[in-house]
Nanobody
Framework: QVQLVESGGGPVQPGESLRLSCATS????????MAWFRQAPGKEREFVAA????????LFGDAVKGRFTISRDNGKNTVYLQMNNLKPEDTAVYYC????????????????????WGQGTRVTVSS
């Protein structure tokens, strides 16, 4: 069994920063592409960021570009999302996704691309 477990979410004020972590465990599998998505109440799951296996290539959703950074530590089997200058509209449950396929400019932005998901961690940005 492959498991992805997100952590680091919680309440935060606008303008502050937060770092989310996604730790993987279970049977050995090659997660070439890892990503973060988010889902606010009543909305569809939205692409946030994705990263290639080496970390050399990254993708970001328009809403977070310039504010969020994705990174990974393959030795720790963990992917991170550094969230800076948080806004109320960033409030959502953040999900970690992973897949064996290589990062793709178009397909890796879609929910259907990923075969593995975590349970999510909630981020609430309010004053």
């Amino acid at each position: 069994q492959v498991q992805l477990v997100e952590s680091g979410g919680g309440p935060v004020q606008p303008g502050e920063s937060l770092r989310l972590s996604c730790a993987t465990s279970g049977r050995t599998v090659s997660f070439n592409t890892m990503a973060w998505f988010r889902q606010a109440p009543g909305k569809e799951r939205e692409f946030v960021a994705a990263i290639s296996r080496s970390g050399a290539a990254t993708l970001f959703g328009d809403a977070v570009k310039g504010r969020f950074t994705i990174s990974r530590d393959n030795g720790k089997n963990t992917v991170y999302l550094q969230m800076n200058n948080l806004k109320p509209e960033d409030t959502a449950v953040y999900y970690c996704g992973a897949d064996e396929d290589l990062l793709n400019l178009q397909r890796s932005r879609t929910v259907a691309f990923y075969d593995y998901w975590g349970q999510g961690t909630r981020v609430t940005v309010s004053s």
